[in-house]
């Protein structure tokens, strides 16, 4: 069997749901064939524009069309189009496979991240208080960081109207996917995908070592961070505490929670590169304007802002941090050398 013989004439969306339903009833291969030979060589050409090499694209497609084949049962026609799905698996198997690549490279050798089509408008949302179209769609591409696609998971896990966007990103994700030209396959890529199909799905590894404990920091996280093990609360300055969040799997972005007392001044500082902030309780105020409880804010390496505590009550935020701070003044450049921001 070929895919190139399965697919005799195109078919809709309609259609690629009843190949679906065939394959999750049946296990039905001429199905899966015809899938194959639609998608995978569009999802060649979406994973070559995020800057993955010939063998990483060939195994992302191999393991998202066999998570298409295993899963068809649990594919869901209300929820969205077939695309959309398949989609949504390859950017989580990306996301998978580029913290693979963190740990297995050097910080200098990663694949560069390229960028994508921009998501849909947001209207109503204030790109300063919730992550802008064009961050929600890096992070609905797999693009992000994990420590920066936590900070974002943890305000989608409190914000219903960015939780429909991030959505709606990932719809267009799926249309996206079925304009894409396709590219040429490994012509072995096909077989290599059958020879699988009947393949016990592996058990999972046990962990090679013991899981740290979540510390209790005096707060409820976000369910996105609320299993990760901290550092517990560090002194940083008066009235300023933080702490790490362990990511193993990132080594070249910092993910922080940051508790300042009312009234407390950041001294003013810009950035070495891209930092995103979560307020989790409490609210401060910057050049940019007031980020309360919820909000999201952006800062990037042509930012400079001097945020202060208003209110009665200590502001914590979650903040991912690229690179380094870049404190104005000399005992504050001191500091952030000491604590490693």
């Known amino acids: 069997m070929r895919p190139a013989d399965a697919k005799t004439q195109p078919f809709d969306g309609e259609d690629a749901a009843g190949l679906v339903a065939a394959i999750a009833q049946a296990g039905d291969r001429q199905a899966f064939a015809r899938l194959f ?3 995978a060589p569009r999802l060649k ?3 070559s524009r995020q800057g993955f090499g010939a063998s990483d694209c060939d195994d992302l497609i191999l393991d998202t069309m066999l998570a298409v084949w295993r899963k068809a049962g649990q594919f869901d026609a209300k929820a969205g189009a077939v695309s959309t799905w398949i989609f949504t698996i390859c950017r989580n198997l990306g996301i998978d496979r580029r913290r693979q690549i963190a740990r297995r ?20 949302m204030t790109a300063s208080r919730h992550p802008s179209p064009e961050l929600l769609a890096r992070f609905a591409a797999g693009l992000l960081s994990p420590s920066a696609a936590l900070v974002v998971e943890s305000h989608l896990a409190l914000c219903d109207s960015c939780a429909v966007a991030h959505r709606d ?24 995908t059958l ?21 209790d920091l005096g707060i409820e996280l976000p369910a996105p961070i609320a299993d990760r093990a901290t550092s517990g609360w560090r002194w940083m300055g008066p009235g300023m505490a933080f702490a790490r969040l362990d990511v193993p799997e990132d080594r070249r972005i910092s993910l922080v929670l940051l508790k300042i007392a009312a009234g407390q001044r950041i001294p003013t500082h810009g950035h070495s590169g891209e930092e995103l902030t979560l307020v989790l309780r409490g609210a401060f105020e910057d050049e940019h304007g007031r980020v309360a409880a ?41 500091a952030t050398t000491l604590i490693g921001l």
Not at 169 to 192: C, M
């Open 37 to 39: 030979a639609d998608y």
């Open 45 to 47: 050409t979406f994973l």
């Open 105 to 124: 490279l050097r910080d200098d050798d990663l694949p560069p991240l390229s960028d994508v089509d921009p998501s849909p408008s947001a209207e109503g």
């Open 169 to 192: 990103t990932l719809a267009v994700g799926g249309v996206l996917l079925e304009r894409l030209s396709p590219a040429e396959l490994d012509a072995r890529l096909f077989e290599r």
């Open 195 to 215: 020879a699988r199909l009947d393949e016990k799905r592996p058990a999972l590894a046990a962990p090679t070592s013991p899981r740290r404990i979540a510390r």
């Open 294 to 334: 919820g909000d999201f804010a952006e800062e990037d390496d042509d930012t400079h802002h001097t945020p202060v505590v208003t209110g009665e009550g200590t502001c914590i935020c979650l903040s991912s941090i690229e690179g380094r701070l870049r404190p104005h003044g000399l005992i504050a450049r001191m």
